[in-house]
């Protein structure tokens, strides 16, 4: 079984930053991609970012330029840099994790964590 924990969220002020950590934990032979999507109040669930194995980032049109992906293979860990916060970002964030335990493939998600950016 994969288990996927997020830390990292709370409160923060317009332009200010934050950093989301997701660990994944199990017996995973290895990780493909690795994703961040967030789904506020009263909207569908977004892809914020993702990144290949191998470090190919891309990003959703409304944090482009502000937020950042990035991935520790060896600790199994995906990061979400969030810069230049702004309130429309306040949503619950999800890290979402898909690779190739002993005995499955699997596309986990994580249990979500808050953000919220608000003066």
């Known amino acids: 079984q ?3 924990v997020e830390s990292g969220g709370g409160l923060v002020q317009p332009g200010g930053s934050l950093r989301l950590s997701c660990a ?3 017996s995973i032979v290895s990780i493909n991609f690795m994703n961040w999507y967030r ?3 009263g909207k569908e669930r977004e892809l914020v970012a993702s990144i290949s194995r191998g470090g190919s980032e891309k ?3 409304s944090v482009k330029g502000r937020f950042t992906i ?3 293979n060896a600790k199994n ?3 979400l840099q969030m810069n230049s916060l702004k309130p429309d970002d306040t949503a619950v964030y999800y890290c979402n994790v898909g ?4 005995v499955r493939l ?3 998600w994580g249990q979500g964590i808050q953000v919220t950016v608000s003066s």
């Open 2 to 4: 994969v288990r996927l």
């Open 24 to 26: 994944a934990s199990g």
């Open 39 to 41: 789904q506020a109040p």
């Open 59 to 61: 990003y959703g049109d």
């Open 70 to 72: 990035s991935r520790d």
């Open 77 to 79: 860990m995906v990061f």
């Open 99 to 102: 690779g190739l335990t002993s």
């Open 106 to 108: 699997f596309d986990d």
